[in-house]
Structures are given as structure tokens and as C-alpha cells.
């Protein structure tokens, strides 16, 4: 197996296809110093693109845990640079492309540390970042979520570091479509399908979405106005582009105040960089009532009582067991890959551009539409062969999406 070859074919999936790069464009690239020579295929891609600039940003896990666990008075954890936000506020008036390159070095790096502490750090590092998330959600600009493999995020997949490199990307090329003569074809093909069930919903305008099966009985109560998406997406000025590679996913943003039930996760999940399972959740008017986790629930309450919008859904996704990700087997221990894996829904901000005309409206006439708002938006995966969602319409007569697993529009 060729890596370099491998890496080369993902990096122009990435560049080429996924941001879609114009020619004079600038990039940014934010990933962790692990990544640096995979960062430098992309670099060399957008460049041969036309790329204006490439900057890189790299973050240091162990040093954002070090501050966590030593900074002598807690307030000093909500310091941040004061130049962030109008920087970051740059990328998006200046019409950046933004690549968001994961896999980490130390995949437990927060394992064990003060929930508390890292809830403080994680809130005044949301809050700089508000806008420019709520630009990347507005699609603003062309945007993408990747992951390209380490050794550590290696172990924890595929259970032992013997012949790492081989075996994880084994698994990785048919998630990827990198199987294939013409990968970017694939994807465009598989992007028309995705498209084909976004239309099915659109048309249906359930008022609800049911989620049956072992641990869950839940409903999620939608608006006329919204809008399935999926797959590739169209930034303000009309380039299109993907934002996550992998994607398998139709989605949407839920009414916040209309949930209700009882709903189990099926796979874990990070939750403010610790790792979250068995997490559980009651709804009741919108709002998460009761909850649990077999293991870091102190992290989960810490993620709950985040803002007002943390307790409430922002998204309602759906993906049947005929993904590639379902079928390989595996936990990826990664968002980007596991929620591609299962139906999940996500407590946090929700997504304007899964409203009519969302992109449009202010934060106030985003609230009045019920659309959430939070600092923070995590997805948690809900979904399996045992789990069936149906569509509900408002004279309460039910029609399936998902049968066991397996989508049926």
C-alpha cells in the first residue's frame, strides 16, 4: 500500500472537491502540530490549486491540558487573546476557506481532568469563537472537517498498534471512496442520493420525527419552515462544497421546544474532550430533565449547564446501517466519523441554514422561529439496526423513514 500515493489522492478530495478552492483564494488549515506533514499535502495541493495563501494554525493538547491542571486561580482559565475574535472575524470578511484537519495525538488528553476547569476553559474559548461559528454555519464560507489518522487514535480503533498504519487505512479508503477509479465521482454520486432523501423530507413536512427501539421512545418536534440538508452545501457567494468528509447524514434543525421522551446513546461520544458513554437522556417540553452516563457524567452535567441552549436539540440527523462507517464495525472514538455512523441528534446551537430563508434572519427572529441558540453543539449518536424513525404527521398518522436500521424512502 502506497501512503504517500493515499494521502496525496485524500488531500485533492479535500482541496479540490470538499473547500472546493477558487483560484486566489487564501486557506486556513487548523489542526494539531501532530498533523504537520499532512497539512503540508494540503498545502501543496491548494497551492498547485492557486491557492493565495495557506496559514496554518496548530493547537498543543498537552499544553491546553497542563494549563487546565496548574493555572493557580480559576479565573485565569477564561482569559483569552484579545486579538481572537476580530481575527477570526478576518477569515470570514476576507472570504477564507477553512479546512478543520482532526485526529489527535493524545485522543484521552482531558481523561481525568477537573470537569469544572474544563468547562471554564471550553466557555471563554466558545465565546471567541461564537461568530466565526455561526459564519461556518451560515455558510459563509466553504468549509471542511476531516481526519487524517495518528498512531493513538489508531490504538483505540482497531484495539493494538501492530502494523497501525496498514490496517487503519484499510479501513479508512471505502469510507472514504478512495477505492474507487474516480473518487470524486463517488462522492458526487452518493451526494445525489443524499439529495434524493432530503427532497423526500422536504415534501413530507413531518411535524414530528420518532425514533423507536431498545432504550428510546423519542419525538422531535419540527416547524413547517425547516429544511433537510445534506452533503454538499453553497457558500454566500454560490461555490459548492462539502463540509464534512466522510458524510452520510441528512439533517435538520428541530424546534427546541418540542422534544419529548427517553432516548439512550448507542455509541460514545466527547463531550468537552473526555470521552461520554452510555449516556442517557428525558425530555420534556424541549428541555433534557433527567440524565446519566456509565462513565464521565460529572463532564455531561459540566456540557448541560454550559448556556441556556446546551439542555435543548439544535439538530435531528438521520443515517441507516447501509453507511460504510456502520459497516465497518468499528468505534471511531472521532465525531466527524461516528455520527456518520448512526441517527444521532445534537444538544446546542442549531443550524440557520436548515431554516427557510435562516441565513437571513437575525439571532431575534432565529429565537422566534425556535431555533436553538448555545455556544456549544455536540452530537450524540442515537442510533442502530434496532432503531426504526418514522415520520409524524399533525394528524398523528406515522410513516417510516427507517426500518430497523435501514432507510425506506
Known sequence: MDFDELRRRYAEIIVKMAINLQEGQPLLIRTEVVQRKFAKVLAEVAYSRGASLVSLQYSAPELHRLRID????????MSVPSYLENMYDCYLNDGWSSISLRGPEFPDILEGADPARVGKVSRASSKVMRRFLKGISANRIAWNVCLHPTEAWALKVLGSSEDWERRIWEVLVPILRLDNDDPAGAWQEHDAELKRRCEHMNRARYDRIHFTGPDTDLYVG??????????????????????????????????????????KTTRPVEVLGTQVTGAWFRFSEGKVVEFGADANRAILEQYLNFDDGARTLGEVALVDANSPIFKSGKVFYNILFDENAACHIALGNGYADCIENGIRMSDDELEETRCNS????????IGSKDISVSGVRKDDYEEKIIEQGIFVI
Request: zero cysteines; proline letters at 7%; charged letters at 25%.
Open 70 to 77: 496548574k493555572t493557580l486561580d480559576d479565573d485565569d482559565l
Open 222 to 263: 419540527m416547524a413547517p419552515n425547516r429544511i433537510f440538508a445534506g452533503g454538499s452545501s453553497i457558500n454566500q457567494k454560490g461555490v459548492e462544497f462539502f463540509p464534512n468528509i466522510p458524510t452520510e447524514e441528512i439533517f435538520s434543525t428541530p424546534d427546541f421546544t418540542r422534544t419529548e421522551g427517553f432516548v
Open 374 to 381: 448555545s455556544l456549544v453543539h455536540t452530537d450524540f449518536m
